[in-house]
């Protein structure tokens, strides 16, 4: 049916075709989950309450008693994450977060000024940029101490803690997981000076949730605008309120029971695929809201996102500098959109 890898179409430059080359909803033997590339069925299908997401936590023990292992770090991750539960506790631990984030915005926006000339407005004074270790991350770790209202000083690895959502992950990544949640919630208690369990959950979950699809959505909007506007004046670039792109490309989901949609059904205990690009197509008719997600797990971070976003078009716009050239690659990673470098030059 088609010659590409779905585990990489994500960070394929010609993906937009192949999505509309492709059937709307489809199953592939390979990974033996059903495909869904349409938005409005990604979108039907994030709704319908018989998908749910995967049982990680399940799966964890799983992998406990099959190696001899403990992982209580990703147990914990797994009981405090709304991404990765359902039921009467996904919904108690959403509100909790979301109660955080409305807090912690107020200190984001006060802080967004200052990192924005931190961090942003000196590239508008370099003929060569490199956007991701010089910029993104660094504004996007610092953000998530304010938001959290905890300085974390260790500089962890991107697409580390945020694999925990890819079911393809291997034994030595998820070590590597287990290994950073425990420094993480090492430095988030040091940090925070309390021993609530429930606060440092709520806090491990908006480092795991967020840093990278923060950073992946910032990184491809940007990418994805500038490839629009070369040989053109900073300044005469026109940036969108909204961001164009998402940096969380996936989501999966388990079939509690038969559903069936446009024509084919998804028996019980299949999964499903679910891709979000799609909505950023020029040719949609989906709203760009729905790249944060609809239904129960939608997204939280949406309105900080776009605080950010708005900041950072407004800071570039600023540049004295004419982008003359692009360029970037990605990160390996079967759920996130995160470049591995992000690199322009310019011009006055």
């Not at 080359?21 to 033997?29: C, G, T, V």
């Not at 291997?170 to 287990?178: G, K, M, P, Q």
């Not at 609809?294 to 950072?312: E, F, K, N």
Request: overall charge neutral; glycine content about 4%.
């Amino acid at each position: 049916m088609h010659s590409y890898d779905l585990l990489s179409l994500h960070t394929d430059d010609q993906r937009q075709q192949k999505f509309k080359d492709a059937p709307d909803i489809f199953f592939n033997q390979k990974l033996n989950q059903w495909i869904v590339f349409k938005p409005e069925l990604v979108i039907e299908l994030l709704r319908d309450n018989r998908l749910l997401v995967p049982q990680i936590i399940t799966s964890i023990e799983g992998l406990e008693a099959r190696y001899r292992r403990k992982f209580p770090n990703l147990l914990f991750v797994a009981r405090c994450t709304p991404l990765l539960i359902e039921g009467p506790v996904h919904r108690d631990i959403r509100r909790s977060l979301a109660d955080m984030m409305t807090e912690g915005r107020a200190r984001t926006t006060a802080a967004l000024p200052d990192l924005m000339q931190r961090y942003v407005q000196p590239l508008g004074e370099k003929d060569q940029t490199e956007w991701m270790d010089t910029c993104l991350v660094p504004l996007v770790k610092d953000l998530f101490c304010h938001m959290c209202n905890c300085p974390v000083l260790v500089p962890f690895p991107k697409l580390v803690l945020s694999r925990i959502f890819d079911r393809f992950v291997s034994l030595a990544a998820l070590d590597a997981i287990e290994e950073q949640v425990a420094l993480l919630r090492q430095e988030i208690r040091k940090r925070s000076g309390t021993a609530d369990e429930d606060l440092e959950g709520a806090k491990v979950a908006l480092f795991i949730l967020g840093r990278d699809s923060l950073l992946g959505a910032l990184a491809t909007s940007l990418l994805f605008i500038l490839r629009q506007n070369l040989d053109r004046p900073f300044a005469d670039i026109e940036f969108p309120d909204y961001v164009p792109e998402t940096g969380v490309a996936i989501a999966e989901r388990v079939a509690e029971q038969d559903v069936t949609v446009a024509s084919v059904t998804i028996a019980a205990g299949q999964r499903v695929r679910l891709f979000f690009q799609p909505m950023s197509d020029a040719s949609s008719t989906v709203g760009k809201q729905n790249l944060f997600g609809t239904g129960a797990h939608s997204c939280l971070g949406r309105p900080i996102s776009l605080d950010v976003w708005r900041a950072l078009c407004k800071t570039i716009h600023s540049f004295p500098q004419r982008l003359s050239s692009i360029a970037c690659d990605y990160e390996t990673n079967n759920i996130f959109v995160v470049p591995r470098h992000l690199r322009t030059e310019q011009s006055r």
